[in-house]
């Protein structure tokens, strides 16, 4: 089945008569062979060359392997006339857009095109049709309506003049998930490093897999693929707090929320942790392990104690300071008293005897002494207005205090014909004491330094801040700016000798409202009145 | 040295059995003196056409400024009477 040629060229350029038929002889030789092969099917393939290029006719079963291995591959094949009808898919294909073959032959390709991808995979087909391939990342929508990711490379294909694209379709589903499996990864180391916090994960053995940065800091030990008890020794007064313990709550799916241990540091250190713990359980009902948060609040813990300890030193030195304060007023109101006493004595007996010169110097005595003792008294009153009386505060209601308070200084009101306007004032949760004390000095105040007009006075209440705000306005003298801060210190007197008083008043009110959490301060214009607003606690109407 | 050119068309039944046989003879018989070029015809036509190879498999053997042509049966016992061997 043999047949046999001379090259074309010839021997030595002379070509005879008897070459030529001796060449196609030759040829048809190899034609009969040709066509006796392919006659008795030893031929699987035949090579046609046409005006157009060579093509290749395959005869039965030649294509089958391809068929085979376009059936069997992992990719999404389809081939498409087009208009982008289906006319050949393979189960792969149909298997990703979840129907059957048969269903998606005669189908258009378009159907599984979200509107904003149908543009990105046109633009592939035209560079397939252009440059006979296109090739780039679309999401598909399949029957279900779920986006699936896919490479899609398209090649253009002519057969028997009838123009097709195949399109092969790889699904990038999983290689998304592995993407956001390794950002998820990142991202959870991100968060470990960043923690201000320890964080370790232990295995149901015990031993760390994770570690955050702060936790190895904490340690000061090997922490990776060590024991927990090893690279945390905690130590606590109660039960202790080890692996055992946290596994085992662990198991009983219990957490642990901020214990209190001790750790001992490699140099002898010691640090105080605030620990918790969380069970990690797997979706098969299987514990994983263990999350343990180690807060250091050692920093804390120090700054606290030594807080503590201010706070006792200060709550004992004003105790001393109260107990002085209180006796030596006390004590020194007796004394006081017989000076005055023996002084008016003097006084009485010997004024004739004396003179107007001495009789007027012991009235001088006689009033420094008098003073000296309101001083003492409202002292003794400053002193305890911090000290609360020891019963439970009732509520008190502000109305009946001003009343009160209004009776009191009735025949200075009907003398400097004063008029008070008061709104509805509020119950507030305050010592009846205290309230009285704060009307009387601000309505006494507001009555003392009342200017040329007669006082015009004005008290009001509002809600602010879930407390009750009080206003006491008059139309006075007024306080300027610069005083406005002082007027609340001890003995701080702002309009020299012309008004009695030791200047002690609004230091007392500033003290009560401040022992119930609230706050005293003025508004004021310096001949144009001042407003005292304080705020106290109270339930709302 | 014989330079033998086998054209195949693709992974066809025929095609892989012509491989198979021709490079068995090959190196039984000619082993050392000779080589080999498997031709896929689809991926160049072009140089089937240059061979004027219409059927496939076909098997070409250049001998002695002699072209010779083994075409269909390329099974080994016709690869060994049409002369491959020696």
């Keep these: 089945v043999a047949t046999m040629s001379q090259t074309?060229?010839?021997?030595?350029?002379?070509?005879?008569?008897?070459?030529?038929?001796?060449?196609?002889?030759?040829?048809?030789?190899?034609?009969?062979?040709?066509?006796?092969?392919?006659?008795?099917?030893?031929?699987?393939?035949?090579?046609?060359?046409?005006?157009?290029?060579?093509?290749?006719?395959?005869?039965e079963g030649a294509d089958h392997p391809y068929r085979v291995m376009v059936e069997q591959m992992h990719e999404g094949t389809v081939t498409l006339d087009p208009n982008h009808l289906i006319l050949y898919a393979n189960p792969q294909f149909a298997a990703l857009m979840k129907m059957s073959a048969e269903a998606l032959t005669g189908s258009n390709f378009d159907r599984f095109?979200?509107?904003?991808?149908?543009?990105?995979?046109?633009?592939?087909?035209?560079?397939?049709?252009?440059?006979?391939?296109?090739?780039g990342e679309v999401n598909l929508a399949d029957a279900g309506g779920d986006t699936v990711p896919a490479r899609v490379s398209v090649t253009r294909l002519e057969v028997a003049e009838v123009q097709t694209l195949c399109v092969i379709v790889s699904d990038l589903r999983e290689q998304r998930r592995n993407e956001a499996v390794v950002k998820e990864e990142q991202l959870s180391r991100l968060i470990l490093d960043q923690a201000g916090e320890g964080i370790v994960v232990i295995d149901p053995q015990g031993a760390v897999v994770r570690c955050s940065a702060s936790a190895r800091n904490l340690s000061g030990r090997p922490v990776l693929l060590n024991h927990f008890d090893n690279a945390f020794p905690l130590q606590t007064p109660g039960s202790p707090l080890n692996t055992r313990r946290i596994l085992c709550a662990a198991s009983a799916r219990e957490r642990i929320r901020g214990r209190e241990a001790t750790m001992l540091h490699p140099d002898g250190r010691h640090s105080s942790l605030l620990v918790s713990a969380s069970p990690l359980w797997s979706e098969s009902n299987q514990l994983l392990g263990c999350v343990v948060t180690l807060t250091d609040i050692t920093e804390r813990k120090r700054a606290e104690e030594a807080q503590m300890r201010q706070a006792e030193e200060l709550v004992r030195s004003n105790s001393d300071l109260r107990q002085f304060a209180y006796s030596a007023s006390h004590d020194l109101r007796e004394p006081l008293r017989q000076i005055a006493v023996f002084s008016e004595l003097l006084q009485k007996r010997y004024q004739d005897t004396l003179g107007d010169d001495a009789g007027s110097l012991?009235?001088?005595?006689?009033?420094?002494?008098?003073?000296?003792?309101?001083?003492?008294?409202?002292?003794?009153?400053?002193?305890?207005?911090?000290?609360?009386p020891q019963e439970a505060v009732e509520p008190t209601d502000t109305n009946e205090v001003v009343r009160q308070t209004l009776e009191l200084y009735a025949a200075e009101i009907a003398q400097c014909g004063a008029r008070v306007d008061c709104e509805r004032l509020p119950v507030l949760d305050v010592h009846e004491v205290h309230v009285t004390q704060l009307f009387q000095n601000l309505i006494g105040n507001a009555l003392k330094y009342r200017g040329e007009a007669p006082p015009l006075i004005s008290i009001g209440a509002?809600?602010?801040?879930?407390?009750?705000?009080?206003?006491?306005?008059?139309?006075?003298?007024?306080?300027?700016?610069d005083y406005q801060v002082q007027i609340f210190g001890l003995f701080q007197r702002l309009h020299g000798g012309g008004k009695s008083g030791s200047g002690i008043g609004l230091a007392i009110c500033q003290k009560i409202v401040q022992r119930y959490g609230g706050r005293l301060w003025v508004e004021s214009e310096a001949g144009r009145g001042s407003r005292f607003l304080f705020t106290l606690p109270g339930p709302n109407y | 040295m014989q330079k033998l050119r086998l054209y195949i068309a693709g992974s066809s039944p025929r095609s892989i059995r012509a491989i198979q046989d021709v490079k068995r003879v090959c190196e039984s018989h000619l082993a050392g003196r000779y080589s080999l070029e498997v031709i896929d015809i689809y991926q160049e036509p072009r140089r089937a056409a240059e061979d004027r190879v219409v059927a496939v498999p076909t098997l070409i053997r250049h001998t002695h400024g002699l072209i010779r042509r083994i075409i269909g049966d390329l099974s080994e016992a016709a690869l060994l009477r049409q002369g491959l061997g020696g």
């Design chain 1, 8 to 59: 074309p060229s010839g021997q030595n350029g002379q070509i005879t008569e008897q070459d030529r038929i001796h060449e196609l002889l030759a040829r048809l030789a190899e034609a009969d062979e040709t066509i006796r092969a392919i006659y008795s099917g030893e031929v699987d393939a035949v090579l046609v060359n046409s005006s157009t290029g060579a093509r290749v006719y395959t005869l």
């Design chain 1, 113 to 135: 095109l979200p509107p904003g991808d149908s543009n990105l995979f046109a633009a592939l087909a035209e560079a397939a049709a252009l440059h006979g391939y296109g090739s």
């Design chain 1, 362 to 388: 012991i009235q001088h005595t006689v009033d420094a002494a008098h003073r000296m003792e309101q001083l003492v008294k409202d002292l003794l009153t400053y002193t305890q207005a911090a000290d609360s």
């Design chain 1, 462 to 481: 509002e809600r602010a801040d879930g407390m009750w705000k009080i206003a006491v306005a008059d139309n006075g003298i007024g306080i300027p700016p």
